[in-house]
């Protein structure tokens, strides 16, 4: 079964729209952890927030903000004022405890902000 | 500082054939992770090894094994390449220490093609 879903496949913007990424998660353990990893066409996994399922206060980063819901069991990610360089992939993912810490990855949004 | 290497970036096989990828983790960090990626999907899980013992296996055949070295850099072994295996590999890496330093991080991975 899939742990984690991530329901957009593609999501194409002009530049300054803000964009939200949805993800949806499903887990059994009390203990757990949630993900956001961009990647570039370079391709490498750039880790951009992590979050216990403890702590449900939202998070600010510059332009970046996560929205995490337990009661709904989802953990979205919004990018404000996007520009061209946020064009990636992006991945949710989550940890669990009972898993040793193996990361189970949702499909992943292409997101395209255009100039 | 150095963040997690890979080694080759890219690679060309052919059906059949063997091929070792290899991967440095960040000073500090005691364990490393394998990560399969194929074409538009999320990485999958392959290995977690932790102080040179495996402690995970994902649903993978027995053609990929893994080693971890005294130095905790780690090899991922593919034995009889068939097209499917075709991706990039991705290694990530962790302390695995305390709990909130979970968070993995991922090198560039190698880009494996089997023709």
């Known amino acids: 079964a899939q742990k984690v879903t991530q329901a957009q496949t593609e999501i194409s913007v002009v530049e300054k729209e803000d964009v939200t990424l949805d993800c949806v998660y499903e887990?059994?353990?009390?203990?757990?952890?949630l993900f956001w990893y961009k990647q570039p066409p370079s391709g490498e996994l750039v880790f951009l927030i992590r979050?216990?399922?403890?702590?449900?206060q939202n998070e600010i980063s510059g332009r970046y903000s996560w929205n995490f819901q337990k009661s709904t069991s989802s953990f979205n990610f919004t990018i404000t004022a996007s520009q061209v360089v946020d064009s990636a992939v992006y991945f949710c993912?989550?940890?669990?405890?009972?898993?040793?810490?193996?990361?189970?990855f949702g499909a992943g949004t292409t997101v395209t902000v255009r100039a | 500082d150095a963040g997690v290497t890979q080694s080759p970036t890219h690679l060309i096989k052919t059906r059949g054939q063997h091929v070792t990828l290899r991967c440095s983790p960040i000073?500090?960090?005691?364990?490393v992770s394998w990560y399969q990626q194929v074409l538009g999907q999320g990485p999958q899980f392959i290995f977690q090894y932790y102080e040179k013992e495996e402690r995970g296996r994902g649903n993978f055949p027995d053609r990929f094994s893994a080693r971890q070295f005294p130095n905790y850099s780690s090899e991922l072994n593919v034995n009889a390449l068939l097209l499917g295996d075709s991706a990039l590999y991705l290694c990530?890496?962790?302390?695995?220490?305390?709990?909130?330093?979970?968070?993995?991080?991922f090198g560039p991975g190698t880009r494996l093609l089997v023709l």
């Open positions: 990530a890496s962790s302390f695995m220490g305390l709990a909130e330093q979970e968070t993995q991080y």
């Open positions: 000073s500090g960090h005691k364990s």
């Open positions: 993912a989550l940890s669990e405890v009972s898993n040793d810490y193996k990361l189970s």
């Open positions: 979050r216990n399922s403890f702590d449900e």
């Open positions: 887990t059994r353990d009390t203990t757990y952890y």
